[in-house]
């Protein structure tokens, strides 16, 4: 799992950013998956870095 550094918001979801061996990375989460994941996408957005991203699973998680 990754941490996710920063987020970016759209009209259809919410783009996150995270750092891999030195090369930035990014993933596209829809509004739908974030609810079915159960994921605040406005916290997801103000507090990015208490998130945690599973890219094999395609998921997000809290670390709190």
Known sequence: MQKIESS??????????????????????????????KINAFDLLKNPAIYRIDVKNHKIESSV
């Open 8 to 37: 970016k918001k759209y009209p259809n979801g919410i783009q996150v950013f995270w750092t891999d061996e030195g090369k930035e990375l990014t993933d596209f989460f829809p509004y739908e998956e974030l609810i079915d994941m």
